[in-house]
């Protein structure tokens, strides 16, 4: 059990040895730290149930709480707050475990399993800065759940089964009319490598796209070619298993290079097979109706305030939409591995097609009330006019631009003594650092401004700064241990600066329980800068290696230790890579 529960725990305790009862005990940090290190404002509670004075009851408490040896201080604030000090005996004693073994210092929870949908880009378009939010919050989701012991199922749940690759056969087919894909009588083989790159990519869709907009019968042939490959048409369905191929073989350099990853590469394609069935089980249930001669289901509920359209499941023309997808993929998920819960990392503005999904899910019974499915909303990177990010023309920015940039404004201040490949690699991790960090901070479902500047300053809040200061941990750390240092174990403290960190540590639980429960991950990223920052003033009022007393050179060496291994973690959690040396 984690430091601050097991002392709420006997603080709980206490109380009721001195004649009062309450439910539960809650200890946080001081405002007021030169009164004490916590306090416990739960006295005014007690005061209101017993009818008596908050200060009489106060005193009672310290009173007994004195006999403890837990603390070094106990006193009492205003009309009866409880001001509570560690002793650095029982202090130290908690740290030296999380040297040892720093999941003491994580609450784990009771095991149910998950399924996370992240990244989703649409393949034949190329990934752009929205991509980078999906993935990067929805991996670091992901990597949270799993340290607090839930199973997670990561899936990237591909858009490929829509418009855009029907819009890119479409011009392939007037560039090429003689491939053998476009052939209906072609019996033999098809090529085994796909007959363009994924750079072509990146230029026949927005080629296509654009001429779709403002040619209708353009339009309309992209939509027959889509709903050729929805059928599985021999020659297009091939072409189009190998243009998935290598722009999902492209999507998985990129997220590589930012250090997320799937469990499962599905997409919207492999859900095809549950569409018909989902649609007859609907039918079955009596939930479907026409409208304009499309099928939908009503998904209102008696208590709206805003409307909430029916969720349409078959278009007029016979094709299925984004929602039925999603209602098949859902199916899926059931079948394959009935979780217990289903986490959807989307761009905020998708909320009202997954309210729609959703209740159309449970209405149906495709998912039963106990299995929670979650939308999880991301708001908007902007640029700093305040709207979406653009390109210095305009453009939309694509993500592997985005984190060029973002590398080459790190590299005007980084260390000159790392050179050749070195100064690539690393460059590089600690870019993406530095663009992840800026991305998770604030809260997730809030907008907020890129700023490369800020983002890749070496001071302030930024992953750089972070890095560098990890990296500064372990060279001391390893330093000490070449000049034969013992690392460990925690015994003492010698002044504030140390017992700040110990005391910063003690909060690491609660930065995890709150990141959990908000599903955002600001609050890890917050605490982090602040574990590291008071780390630092430590490191930097002290001589850890230079220091006399033995002892408690080895206590701090234990302390270091301590942190790091907790930064360790906060950063694998956030899915940044610690770099060798900076
Ligand atoms: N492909 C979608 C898009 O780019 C995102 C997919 C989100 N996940 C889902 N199950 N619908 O907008």
């Keep these: ?5 097991s002392q709420e725990e006997k ?3 206490i109380i009721k040895e001195s004649g009062y009862e309450i439910e539960k005990v809650t200890l946080v940090p001081s405002s007021r730290p030169d009164l004490g290190q916590y306090q416990f404002n739960g006295v005014m509670e007690l005061a209101k149930i017993n009818k008596m004075n908050p200060r009489i009851i106060a005193d009672a408490i310290v009173e007994k709480m ?11 604030a205003g009309p009866g707050f409880i001001n509570i000090t560690f002793s650095d005996d029982v202090l130290s004693r908690y740290i030296d475990e999380i040297r040892k073994d720093v999941n003491v210092n994580i609450e784990k929870q009771d095991k149910k399993k998950i399924v996370i949908d992240y990244g989703g880009p649409n393949v034949a378009k190329a990934l752009h800065v929205g991509h980078l939010r999906s993935a990067n919050i929805g991996e670091a989701l992901k990597r949270l759940a799993r340290e607090v012991n839930f199973e997670v199922i990561g899936d990237i749940h591909l858009g490929d089964w829509g418009r855009p690759l029907g819009l890119v056969i479409l011009e392939l087919k007037k560039r090429y009319p003689d491939w053998v894909y476009f052939n209906e009588n072609y019996e033999g083989d098809y090529p085994e490598t796909c007959p363009i790159e994924n750079k072509d990519l990146e230029e026949i869709y927005p080629y296509a ?3 779709a907009k403002e040619d209708e019968e353009y339009l309309e042939e992209a939509r027959l070619i889509t709903t050729k490959l929805q059928q599985k048409e021999k020659g297009y369905y091939d072409l189009w298993k190998q243009i998935v191929k290598i722009s999902s073989d492209e999507v998985k350099r990129t997220y590589d290079k930012l250090n997320v990853s799937f469990d499962l590469w599905y997409g919207e394609s492999d859900a095809d097979e549950y569409v018909q069935p989902v649609i007859n089980y609907l039918k079955e249930k009596g939930l479907t109706s026409e409208s304009q001669g499309a099928l939908v289901i009503d998904v209102s509920l008696p208590g709206d305030t805003t409307e909430i359209p ?3 499941l078959v278009k007029s023309n016979g094709a299925v939409s984004y929602e039925t997808t999603d209602l098949a993929t859902i199916w899926q998920r059931m079948k394959d591995f009935n979780p217990d819960e289903i986490w959807y990392v989307v761009d905020k503005r998708q909320e009202l097609h997954f309210e729609q999904v959703f209740r159309a899910a449970y209405k149906s019974g495709i998912v039963p009330e106990n299995v929670k499915l979650e939308f999880i909303g991301f708001g908007t990177m902007n640029g700093k006019d305040g709207k979406p990010f653009k390109t210095r023309d305009g453009g939309v920015m694509r993500l592997a631009e985005l984190m060029e940039t973002v590398r080459e404004e790190t590299l005007k201040k980084f260390n000159p003594n790392i ?3 070195e100064r690539d690699e690393i460059s590089e991790l600690v870019s993406v650092g530095a663009l992840k960090y800026a991305d998770l901070l604030p809260n997730r479902s809030t907008d907020y401004i890129f700023d490369i500047e800020k983002f890749s300053d070496f001071n302030g809040k930024t992953g750089v700064y972070i890095l560098y200061s990890t990296v500064r941990m372990r060279s001391l750390l390893s330093k000490a241990k070449e000049a034969g240092e013992e690392i460990g174990s925690v015994t003492k403290f010698a002044n504030e600066t140390d017992r700040n960190v110990a ?3 003690l909060e690491m639980p609660s930065s995890i329980n709150e990141a959990m429960y908000d599903k955002s991950l600001s609050e ?3 605490y982090l800068y602040q574990l590291i920052n008071t780390y630092n003033n430590f490191y930097n009022a002290n001589k850890v290696l230079g220091e006399e007393d033995v002892e408690l050179k080895k206590s701090w060496l234990g302390l270091t230790k301590a942190t790091y291994n907790a930064v360790s973690v906060l950063l694998n959690i956030l899915g940044i890579e610690e770099p060798e040396k900076m």
């Design 503 to 505: 005391l910063k540590l």
């Design 524 to 526: 890890i990223s917050e």
């Design 419 to 421: 050179t050749g490949k």
């Design 310 to 312: 029916p969720l349409l």
């Design 11 to 13: 603080l709980k305790g």
């Design 209 to 211: 796209s654009a001429k």
């Design 66 to 76: 004195k006999e403890s040896s837990d603390y070094s201080d106990v006193n009492v």
């Design 1 to 5: 059990m984690d430091f601050i529960k």
